[in-house]
């Protein structure tokens, strides 16, 4: 897992075979840290590279214990996500949130692309 924030304020965050369980914690610390900032900022998230297949996410979804932790621990912080996050930008199919109901969960624009260079642009553009 790679989470940068050298060109804030876009960060970005690259699964690279870790499981789902693994990449929530990882946006979410992501997150917790851009927030810290205290200024607008910007994601751009590849989940492209994640160690589970579409059934493995199919097969854990109603079992995972911790995805209610995860949905919890963003609820807790929409508020200030709605302030300062300017767009969550997702790319990874399956494996990335549906934008319609993800801006509702996240309390900021979420969009799917499916190039990681299109993400990272469209974060850019986002913070103008």
Known sequence: METRFGDWPVVTLIADGESS??????ILDMLRAALE????FAAALD????????????????????????????????????????GLAFVGGERAPAADAASRFWGCPVIQLERFEDAVSWARESLR
Do not use: F
């Open 21 to 26: 369980g693994a990449v929530r914690d990882a």
């Open 47 to 86: 989940l492209t590279a994640t160690a589970d297949t579409e059934e493995d996410i199919a097969d854990r979804a109603d079992r995972d214990p911790r995805l209610g932790e995860h949905a919890k621990a963003v609820k807790e912080m929409r508020a200030a996500l709605a302030s300062q996050c300017r």
């Open 37 to 40: 900032r205290g200024r607008p």
